[in-house]
Each structure stands twice: as structure tokens, then as C-alpha cells.
């Protein structure tokens, strides 16, 4: 064909074009007149999402309009529409119905009301457990104790378990019933904390199964109900994927499975931690588990499927537990522990990463996570495995440069929580010295180097909005800064608290981003915080949640 008829074609065709506007091809729904903020790799801010049997069709401009429409078109009004959250790590409970939610307690006085109140719903002698409690929130000055909880609960033992789940505050019937009083031993792990006159105060430090094994199991019943529950609620923070941190194999099993095809609640999509219940000294008890559960990294589907290996490799701040270089700065004897010796967490790794395991390993202070990358680095040399995403759940005082060379080699990650900078502000100042308080779960650095990071909140406290206002503004709850250059832009931290997740748990194919292709897991947001100051992020709020492309959560008009 010559060059002049290959242009007379061309203009044919043009007029055409024009002549017939083709008709509008339907889908399920369209997003448009806002800003759509994809999470990709290049950080792309389109207008226009159209979603069709459960996925993303097409994102682009205005222009989608022509070529597009549908029986359910959202006005967007001005407000960003993102991936669902992924809350790489947390923690979603499953409780009797004689559980008390004390986290919302700002005194010791309204911790014993709340559980004052469930003593006149349950029979006496019945145990009542409650979660969510911290000295930090309370109004006091003081931990709460065993004689606080007598007060309002003489007739029932009662046991709640302090935010982050590292300690646990026990009444005196509970007390009775597990046997321990002022003569009990110390714990080999943990420590029961005693009173100026030497008494228990009630208030366990990492070995709450010292009380929590003398309570009567809850029907399972009553269980999955609570965790599908607790699942959906999930929604309407709009996180539509999470990984849960810890399960036993029996847990995923029973519990998990049964929530997923028992209810008839919608729920986010789950990635379940298997925690093999490593003791001291018995490495092989916990492969045995692990080698019966009979499952691996992957295993289920795109709505619940097993995560990475847990091991608890120290403990945290919050219980002293917290494995680090420096003394503590409350307690120059304090260095925190090992949850387990290395070299029993090390039989177990390289047993299970030969299975196929992926790791995400519980590592809070620096020689906790420096001795864990080393461990994993012996493991990766001798038996490479090309994309492994190992990762560490916890990375909250910052390792030696050359740890970090090591993950970035590696390809070792990091769950993240960059609201602890926040909320556990408190903490960190109690005992951390100046240069690890600064870089306290340190995001822009690791990231700097090269480590690839997901964001989670380890519901501490559990909507993502507040870790992304921590990520871009390093500040405690008292309005310091800490660290700013361990900050990341709002279009970063978003990334990391949607993509990041997908990719830790090799979903970055089928969720995470706003591309064509990928599931409609979609959150609607009040406002366009790409635009608005970082201060407005803790007041906005989750308008819509789509999981699939339904809706699952919206929220009531003001
Ligand atoms: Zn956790």
C-alpha cells in the first residue's frame, strides 16, 4: 500500500470514529468525581474507577465516562477512593460472651464500672476476661491492680489482658484459682509483679498463661461467633485484608475455617500467622505440630489461606520483654529476653523454611532482630529460595547498619506499625535513650535502604487512618516529632498499607492497587487527605467499603 492511500485510509476510518459513537458497555459500578488514588508503583492519581463482576475493569480520566456506564454510579464528591486497607499484622480476638472491651477505659474508675457491669450479667464464680487496658490511657498515673478489680468483682475471677496482649491483669479469685500468691516463684519467662510490701499486684508480665490456663474452655460455638464478628467489624475501618499474627494449627482449623463458612456476615479477607507453640528446649514438639497441621505457606484461597510461620523471638516494651543492645532506660540491669534461646528457633526455621514455610518472626528490640536476620541469613545460604518474602513482625528499635545491608540482600521485610510512634509514645520514652527513641520503628530509613515494608497497627489502637497520620508526621500523642526523617509522604504510607501487604503475602498479583485486573477491594475515604494537612487524616473517616465489589460497609449519614 502507498503512503497516500495508507492516509486517505486513515481518514476513512477517523470519520467513522466520529459518525458512530459506540454505546456505553455496562458494568457493576462506577466511581467517579473524586481523586483515586492507585496505590501503583509510579503513585498514579486517577478520576475514574469502573468495577465489573468483582474486579477492576478500567481506571482512568473522566474520558471512562463515553465508554462506560452502569446501574450503581458513586459520586465520589471530592473524597479518595484508595485500595483496601491491609493490616499486615494484627490480632482479631475471639471471645466468650463474659468478655469485657476495656479499651476505651481513660481511668482506672471506668475500667471498674465496665467490668462492675458484666458482674451483674454473669453467674458468680464465672470468669470474666476483658482485653484492652493500658496505664498509658488512664487517667491515674498508675497501673491499675488486683484490689482495684476486687472492688467491683469480689464473687468472680477475672483476668484482662493489657493492649498489645504482652501482660494481664488478674482479681484475687483468679489469683486463688491459678495457685499463685507472694510466695510463687518468679516465672522462668515473665514476671509476676509484686507490691512495695512484697504482694502480688495482680499484674502479669508476659505468662498470662500462668491464670489463663485455669479458665474453663469457651464453647466453640460461642467462639467462631465472636471471631466473625469481630472480623466484620474490620469493614467499617476499612481494612479488607489483614493478616492475622497469631493462630495455632488448630486454631486455623477449627475457629478460622468454621467463621469463614459458618457465617453469613460479610468479612475481609484473612491471612492466618501458625504459631507452632515453641518451648524452651522442645523444638521438636513444635516441628511435630507443624509437620501435622499438614499445610504451608499459601494453602487456601483468596479468602483464607495460611500465612507465614509465627515465632515469638522476644516480647515487648510494654512487658519488659523487649530484647535489646542498650539497658533499658528505666532499669539499667533491664535488657529484655529471648522468648526462646536462637538455637531452638533455628532448629525449627530451617526445618520449616525446607517445608516451605515463610517466616514472620516477632522481633521488637534490636538484638532481638539482629540475632533473627543473622539466623535467616545462615538458613538462606545454605538453602536459597528465590522469592521467599521472609519478614520480621516488629522492627521498633532500629539494628545496625550492617543488619539492615543484610535484609536488603536478603530481601528480608518488615511488618511495620508506625502507629506505635503514637500511641506507645509513652513507653518509648520511659525506656529508650535518645537516638532509639528518635528512630523508634523507624520507616524512612529501612525503606532508604532498600528493605521492602508493609504497615499493620497490631491493634494498637487498630484503625489504619492512625498509622498513616504517624507515618507522615513521626509525632507521639503528646504532639512531639520524633525521627523525621523516618517519615514517608501520605502517597507512600498509603502504599504501604495496601500494596505492602498484598506483596508480604505474595497477593500483589490479584489486590493492593487500583489496576485493571485486580480485585475490587475498594475504601472510599471523607476526605482527599493527598491534599488536606496531615493533622485532618485522624478525623477522617471510612465512608465505604467494598470487598469484591460489594458493598459491605457503609457508613450511617450524619
Ligand atoms: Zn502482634
Known amino acids: 500500500m502507498s503512503a497516500t492511500n495508507r492516509t486517505a485510509l486513515l481518514w476513512v476510518g477517523a470519520a467513522l470514529l466520529v459518525a458512530c459513537q459506540p454505546t ?17 508503583a509510579t503513585h498514579d492519581v486517577r478520576e475514574v474507577v469502573v468495577i465489573d463482576d468483582g474486579k ?12 462506560y456506564t452502569a446501574p450503581k454510579m458513586i459520586d465520589l464528591n471530592g473524597r479518595l477512593l484508595i485500595p483496601g486497607f491491609n493490616d499486615a ?14 479499651s476505651g477505659a481513660k481511668s482506672i474508675a471506668e475500667l471498674q464500672s465496665l467490668v462492675g457491669e458484666m458482674t451483674k450479667v454473669v453467674e458468680p464464680g464465672a470468669w470474666i476476661t476483658g482485653y484492652g487496658w493500658s496505664e498509658v490511657k488512664m487517667s491515674d498515673g498508675r497501673k491499675p491492680n488486683r484490689q482495684d478489680l476486687d472492688a467491683v468483682a469480689p464473687d468472680n475471677p477475672v483476668f484482662l489482658t493489657r493492649e498489645g496482649s504482652h501482660a494481664g491483669l488478674a482479681n484475687s479469685a483468679a489469683l486463688k484459682i491459678a495457685g499463685l500468691d507472694a510466695k510463687t516463684p518468679q516465672p522462668e519467662v515473665g514476671e509476676l509483679e509484686k507490691d512495695a510490701k512484697g504482694d502480688l499486684t495482680g499484674v502479669i508480665n508476659e505468662a498470662a498463661g500462668l491464670v489463663m490456663r485455669h479458665m474453663p474452655p469457651t464453647p466453640p460455638d460461642e467462639l467462631v461467633e465472636s471471631l ?31 467463621a469463614y463458612t459458618e457465617t453469613s456476615l460479610p468479612l475481609p479477607r484473612s491471612t ?42 522476644d516480647g515487648a516494651f ?103 510512634t503514637y500511641i506507645l509514645e509513652g513507653l518509648f520514652r520511659t525506656h529508650l535513650w535518645d537516638e532509639a527513641l528518635q528512630s523508634n520503628n523507624p520507616v524512612g530509613t529501612p525503606l532508604k535502604m532498600g528493605i521492602k515494608m508493609a504497615f499493620s497497627s497490631d491493634i494498637i489502637p487498630i ?11 513521626r509525632k507521639g500523642l503528646s504532639g512531639e516529632t520524633y525521627g523525621p526523617d523516618e517519615c514517608v509522604d501520605i502517597k507512600e504510607a498509603l502504599r504501604l498499607y495496601t500494596h505492602g ?11 493492593g492497587t487500583i489496576e485493571p485486573g485486580k480485585l475490587a477491594d475498594l475504601v472510599v475515604l471523607s476526605e482527599n487527605i493527598l491534599e488536606t494537612p496531615p493533622e485532618r487524616i485522624l478525623e477522617t473517616q471510612v465512608d465505604l467499603t467494598l470487598v469484591g465489589g460489594e458493598v459491605v460497609f457503609e457508613r450511617a449519614a450524619q
Open 228 to 258: 466473625a464478628r469481630n472480623l466484620n467489624h474490620q469493614l467499617s475501618l476499612g481494612i479488607t485484608s489483614l493478616t492475622n499474627a497469631t493462630t495455632g494449627p488448630e486454631g486455623y482449623k477449627t475457629m478460622w475455617r468454621r
Open 89 to 102: 499484622h494484627t490480632h482479631i480476638m475471639s471471645s466468650p460472651r463474659s468478655f469485657v472491651d476495656v
Open 318 to 420: 510494654s512487658g519488659v520483654g523487649a530484647y535489646t543492645k542498650q539497658p533499658y532506660r528505666s532499669d539499667p540491669k533491664q535488657f529484655g529476653a529471648l522468648a526462646a534461646p536462637i538455637a531452638d528457633i533455628e532448629v525449627v526455621s530451617r526445618a520449616a523454611h525446607a517445608m516451605g514455610w515463610q517466616f514472620g518472626f516477632h522481633t521488637i528490640g534490636d538484638a532481638a532482630i539482629e540475632q533473627t536476620v543473622d539466623m535467616m541469613d545462615r538458613i538462606l545460604a545454605e538453602m536459597p529460595r528465590a522469592d521467599h518474602r521472609h519478614y520480621l513482625n516488629h522492627f521498633t528499635v532500629m539494628p545496625s547498619q550492617a543488619t539492615m545491608e543484610t535484609m536488603a540482600r536478603d530481601g528480608i521485610a518488615i511488618a511495620q506499625q508506625p502507629n506505635f
Open 463 to 473: 484503625g489504619p487512618l492512625v498509622g498513616i497520620y504517624a507515618a507522615v508526621t
Open 272 to 313: 492466618v500467622q501458625i504459631n507452632p507453640g515453641l518451648r524452651t528446649g522442645d523444638p521438636q514438639a513444635a516441628l511435630k505440630r507443624l509437620e501435622e497441621f499438614g499445610l504451608v505457606t499459601g494453602a487456601g484461597d483468596d479468602r483464607l489461606k495460611v500465612g507465614p510461620l509465627k515465632i515469638f523471638v
Open 501 to 511: 501487604g498484598a506483596w508480604l503475602n505474595f497477593d500483589d498479583d490479584i489486590k
Open 24 to 40: 456505553p458497555k455496562e458494568a457493576d459500578i462506577i466511581f467517579s468525581n473524586g481523586a483515586v488514588y492507585t496505590a501503583n
Open 56 to 67: 477492576i475493569l478500567a481506571v482512568g480520566s473522566a474520558d471512562l465516562l463515553k465508554t
